[in-house]
């Protein structure tokens, strides 16, 4: 008699200890950290990233938080746990940060360079001089590169193009057509594309980050599945990338 009522004792605290996990409520707000990538990850809100975000967070109940950081700041934040997860990190970036199953976007990356050089390729662009943004490590990404400068900023990159201070600058489409759009005479340089990388959310390794990475793997999941994507890209006038093979 003794030994059922310890055991329905003993199944009565664990089934409160269950229901106690299952009770604890997805976080409300995901606090995002990222760069203000024009079109993008604006700081005023707007942009693919966003939306795309947005779209994935808000049917789940879960609001965007977002903070305009520079890249390097962002990832720092996250590392410290003072987000729940920064934007835009390649694939197992920084060990210390958790990485979900799925990728939100595809940085389609280019070379930037005088139109009157010989056109780059995955397999010559490490005979060349290039240059990209501090912290973006593209040289862990693409083969042979040895000979690269980090800018803190973009805003002299025709200039170093111009004066043969280096070869061809690497970044995003989208940032390369933001260098290019204030060129006097965009004929001058030419646009090469040279990688295709997927794009993820870096997770703090936090209980509460843990939770959020799992809403957006299922969402993710769901929302490639069904297609509904799709209209943002479309929009925004970008390559889906969730294209199957």
């Known amino acids: 008699m003794a030994r059922r009522w ?25 606090h995002l950290a990222s760069e203000d990538w024009e079109d993008y990850t604006a700081a005023d809100g707007h942009g693919l990233g966003w939306d795309v975000l947005r779209k994935v967070f808000e049917p789940a109940g879960v609001k965007l938080d977002i903070r305009s950081e520079p890249y390097t700041r962002s990832v720092g934040l996250a590392q410290r746990g003072e987000v729940d997860a920064c934007v835009g990190s390649y694939h197992e970036e920084f060990s210390d940060l958790l ?40 040289q862990n990404y693409l083969p042979g590169v040895r000979n690269f400068n980090e800018v803190v ?24 057509d933001y260098v290019l759009g204030r060129a006097r005479e965009p004929t001058q340089f030419r646009k ?53 093979n």
């Open 99 to 138: 990485y979900p199953r799925w990728n939100f976007d595809t940085d389609h990356i280019y070379a930037l360079g005088l139109a009157s050089n010989p056109a780059p390729t995955p397999e010559t662009l490490g005979q060349y001089r290039l240059a990209w943004v501090r912290g973006y490590d593209y």
């Open 192 to 244: 090469t594309h040279i990688a295709e990388l997927p794009l993820y959310l870096c997770f703090a390794n936090t209980p509460q980050a843990r939770m959020l990475m799992t809403v957006f793997d299922r969402r993710m999941e769901q929302l490639i599945k069904s297609g509904e994507l799709k209209p943002i890209f479309e929009q925004w006038k970008q390559p889906y990338p969730f294209e199957p």
């Open 153 to 176: 900023r973009r805003t002299g990159i025709l200039s170093m193009l111009t004066h043969n201070r280096a070869d061809y600058y690497i970044d995003a489409l989208t940032e390369i």
């Open 6 to 30: 310890l055991a329905l004792v003993m199944f009565t605290l664990l089934s409160t200890v269950a229901g106690a996990q299952e009770a604890v409520p997805t976080p409300a707000v995901i």
